[in-house]
């Protein structure tokens, strides 16, 4: 049988050939899987970095070119946000580490919206199968771009789209500044251009007080009504259920939702959308001024408006609301001690505060347009938005609150595309760009 012993030992040939083969494959399979998931978590860690650093604009009032907030500020505020979110992930078991994280700015205001990038890399990532190939490990890099998004009176502004707005339609009168003056109202300036929606002043009025009252009750036989004062708003009513509100004070004494819809709309989140160029009051609008404010349930309304702030704010007997140090730039949070988040609560300053609110903004006029109190109300347009930290409310059936200008943005009456819609609590969407 000289043929097969010519054969013998072929076997083992093949079988460490497929071996070899099987391994590759292997290699291939397994750490070039491995080497995806953690380019998967290095591209989650940046984005929530790049997320967080963009919104530092938004809560610094920077978007607004306020001339308080310096880009320089900005930037280490962003930097700083961007690195303590980034830091919070893992990429293959391990912390992600601050010095694996790259910090620059692309494009920061007056040039355009302040954009924020952030790299992550790290080397020496370790292989498995592919160590038998002298590959003993790899790189890992992800980038992410982030913006926080303000029209700034951009001839190709998008509109943008906000959920969580408060009803409270407030004039676009600037108690703070007396030039460019709106003509709608008793006194002061525009905060936002009724046209191209751009920011007036340069945002001085960031972080100035603000009081929000309810209208003067309107008596008379017939128009014209008075002119509004900076602050005097009218309140809405805004669909709800479906959606349904989100109410985190339900938990606390004495609150909870379910006492009506404008009600839950200060106490609760309404996540109804409201967008640049909104009518307001008109014949279809799903969203309507509440003309008995100046008359039967003027009242009503008002005690409604001090204790559904309350419990929105948290503001117990002893307070407890979380506050904000005045002039600080950016303007400081800090929590109080009825904050229902244990890790806010024992923080020395947070980012984020159920006192934080927006409203939108109309071109002021007196909509009351028929005889008597207010017995008919004009229709109206949403020419921008307030982002407003709530001080306190007054009390005492006074339907008013003080609080403090934190940012503003404003609406183009010509906008392209669809809106932009994002952060929730602020008229400043973020979004990821890259």
Known sequence: ?????????????????????????????????????????????????????????????????????PPSTAQTLATNQAIAAGQQNRV??????????????PQ????????????????????????????????????????????????????????????????????????????????????VDPTTGAIQNNGSFIGQPFNLTGPAPRTGPSPPAPPLSPGQYYTLDIPENPPAPFCTSSSQAGCGNGSGTYYDGIACFNPTPFTCGQSVNGPSDPVYVDPTFNRRRRGSLRNMTDFGTRCLIHQGPGQGQDTFVP????????????????????????????????????????????????????????????QLGIIQDNGAGSGSLNTII??????????????????NVSPIPVRLTQ
Not at 11 to 36: E, G, K, N, P, R
Not at 93 to 101: D, I, K
Not at 406 to 423: E, F, Q
């Open 327 to 386: 002039g600080s730039f950016p303007i400081l949070i800090q929590p109080g001690a009825n904050n229902p988040n244990p890790a806010l609560a024992s923080a020395q300053y947070i980012s984020r505060s159920d006192s934080v609110i927006t409203v939108p903004l109309f071109d002021g006029k007196n909509l009351c347009v028929g005889t008597g109190s207010c017995s008919q109300v004009s229709s109206t347009t949403v020419v921008g938005f307030l």
């Open 108 to 191: 920061m205001a007056p040039q355009g919206n302040p954009v924020i990038s952030v790299v992550f890399a790290r080397t020496g990532s370790p292989t498995f199968f592919a160590r038998i190939f002298g590959v003993q490990s790899a790189g890992v890099k992800a980038t992410a771009k982030a913006e926080a998004y303000n029209p700034q009176g951009s001839s190709t502004a998008t509109a943008i789209q906000v959920a969580g707005v408060k009803p409270w339609l407030v004039p676009n009168c600037d108690p703070n500044n007396t030039s460019p003056p709106n003509s709608n109202c008793s006194a002061g300036a525009f905060f």
């Open 92 to 105: 293959a078991g391990a912390p992600v580490q601050a010095s694996e994280l790259t910090v620059t700015f």
């Open 406 to 423: 934190l940012n503003a943005s404003g609406c183009n009456s010509n906008p392209n595309g669809s809106p932009v819609s994002g952060g």
């Open 1 to 69: 049988m000289p043929y097969r012993r010519r054969q013998h030992g072929q076997t083992i040939l093949l079988v460490a050939a497929s071996t070899f083969a099987l391994i590759a494959m292997m290699a291939l399979a397994v750490d070039v899987a491995m080497l995806y998931v953690r380019r998967t978590e290095a591209q989650e860690a940046v984005d929530a970095a790049a997320l967080a650093g963009a919104k530092a604009f938004v809560t610094s009032g920077y978007t607004t070119n306020n001339n308080a907030v």
